[in-house]
């Protein structure tokens, strides 16, 4: 029988076939970058503050999207597209497994169409542009208008773009977007059936490597089954009980708090934004590859249970009902 933790696998591994790829692009990028700079105006060592360097600025970024958007990172595009079908037909035989009636929304379709567009803009379009070619461009500017040194503006595009100690600037974007995207969409999906069928209990569920989230890790240590009356609580950080939600330091093995990020007054890492409507959806925010799944009361522990039907956040909800 399907499982859904064979859908979060899918998930985790085209993501993984398709950033493990990105290397060969990125030192294509550093070597087209590296033939563009030999053009700029130096004297001594230093870079010259002039008009045509700051020109080539832009002849740089038209270069890398070309470096980057070949034939060949087309293919791997559409190739880890191909991963949304993969998900939709996983989707469905979980659901009609739990439902042997389960029909598919046609709002899902199209769905998944829109979603699976605004990816490969992203990774392939107009987004490649502002989320790398931005990012390069600031350091070429940098460096130009105070007079650096072409030595060290080559290593910090070195460093910029083939860092082997984490991952690269266009690793790091296309692992981003790769992870947001499928895990959002497979998240939408899931909360349109789950809301269909009356799904009112969750559990937070994912790979073990995504855990390094403080909300994350409170959420598998102490909060895996949640219901969705206590959704509110959970944007603020604060578990059933109202109380601050605590998780494992993994360096220091400290317990600690989950702390709100004070420009969006919710935990760290979460989208701006997000609220009890879209919590479901955008989950632990950028990079999470956790997913609430739909489960039974049976299933959630007692303990837990009692302890949600004692607040007065499920009773105010129960009460809508």
Known sequence: MLDYSDILKVIDQSVEAFVKKIPAAQRRMFSGISDELKRL??????????????????SVKNKLTRLIVTPEYIKDVKQFAQAFNEITTLQNLYWQSIEADFT????????????????????????????????ISTILRTNITTGGSYFELTE???????????????????????????????????????????????????????????????????NRYFHVSQIPNLLLGLDASGV???YTDNNTQEVKT??????????????????????LINRGGYFCGHQPRPVTERVVPVAVRDKVYATQAYKDWKSTQ
């Open 41 to 58: 105006d130096t004297s001594n060592g230093k870079i010259k503050t002039t008009v045509a360097n700051l020109k080539i600025i832009q």
């Open 104 to 135: 598919p929304a046609k709002m899902l379709k199209e769905v998944r169409v829109q979603t699976i567009q605004d990816t490969v803009k992203a990774l392939a379009g107009s987004g490649i542009g502002a989320g790398i070619g931005d990012e």
């Open 156 to 222: 910090q595009l070195r460093d910029k773009l083939l860092n082997t100690s984490t991952e690269g600037t266009l690793q790091k974007y296309v692992r981003q977007v790769a992870t947001d995207s499928i895990n959002q969409y497979n998240a939408q999906y899931t909360q349109a059936v789950s809301d269909d069928l009356g799904f009112q209990w969750y559990a937070w569920q994912g790979s073990e490597i995504q855990t390094s989230r403080p909300f994350c890790q409170a959420m598998v240590e102490n």
């Open 244 to 246: 601050r939600m605590e």
């Open 258 to 279: 989950v702390e709100l990020y004070s420009k969006t007054g919710l935990p760290s890492g979460f989208i701006p934004g997000t609220n009890a409507s879209n919590f």
